[in-house]
């Protein structure tokens, strides 16, 4: 792996002030939740940020995003979210406080934002029950999130 891509993600976390603290290798800062990501060459870790967690102070009442992790030279970003029809105004809400962030606090993370694949996904922390007929099924679809098992880079 080149030199450049190994330390791309840690560079822009370090430039940010409200994460970068947070910085941690591999996929250490999903917790429990790393096994819901699979890496195909696991020599590509970055390293990953749980972001929710580390900007909880600065935005308590905002419906913050989870994670986000460096793999390849990109930047990705994981919500585990319970998968149901009641949940996804709360996940589309947290999408775009993800984007509004990156835009405003988080530039050199944005800049690095996978770009050959979505770079944002949600991870179903349980059973998934949105009906493809439902409102929020469309919802999504036109968000192009999508929740999914298990995140295989």
Same mark, same amino acid.
């Given at each position: 792996?080149? *030199?450049? =891509?190994?330390? =791309?993600?840690?560079?822009?976390?370090?430039?940010? $002030? +409200?994460?970068?603290?947070?910085?941690?290798?591999?996929?250490?800062?999903?917790? *429990?939740?790393?096994?819901?990501? +699979?890496?195909?060459?696991? &020599? =590509?870790?970055?390293?990953?940020?749980?972001?929710?967690?580390?900007?909880?102070?600065?935005?308590?009442?905002?419906?913050?995003?989870?994670?986000?992790?460096?793999?390849?030279? +990109?930047?990705?970003?994981? +919500?585990?979210?319970?998968?149901?029809?009641?949940?996804?105004?709360?996940?589309?809400?947290?999408?775009?406080?993800?984007?509004?962030?990156?835009?405003?606090?988080?530039?050199?993370?944005?800049?690095?934002?996978?770009?050959?694949?979505?770079?944002?996904?949600?991870? !179903?922390?349980?059973?998934?029950?949105? $009906? *493809?007929?439902?409102?929020?099924?469309? !919802?999504?679809?036109?968000? &192009?999130?999508? $929740?999914?098992? *298990?995140?295989?880079?």
């Amino acid at each position: 792996m080149a *030199k450049g =891509k190994t330390i =791309k993600f840690r560079e822009a976390v370090l430039a940010t $002030p +409200e994460i970068n603290a947070c910085y941690v290798q591999g996929l250490r800062a999903l917790g *429990k939740y790393s096994k819901k990501v +699979e890496l195909s060459d696991a &020599g =590509k870790a970055e390293g990953s940020v749980d972001v929710d967690e580390c900007v909880s102070r600065l935005h308590p009442n905002d419906n913050r995003w989870d994670y986000a992790l460096g793999y390849d030279g +990109e930047a990705y970003f994981v +919500e585990v979210h319970s998968a149901n029809t009641g949940e996804v105004s709360t996940v589309l809400r947290k999408l775009q406080w993800l984007k509004d962030w990156l835009n405003t606090q988080a530039p050199e993370i944005n800049n690095i934002k996978a770009k050959h694949r979505t770079p944002f996904y949600w991870i !179903q922390s349980g059973k998934f029950d949105i $009906p *493809k007929t439902s409102p929020q099924h469309r !919802q999504l679809v036109s968000a &192009g999130l999508m $929740p999914i098992r *298990k995140l295989i880079l």
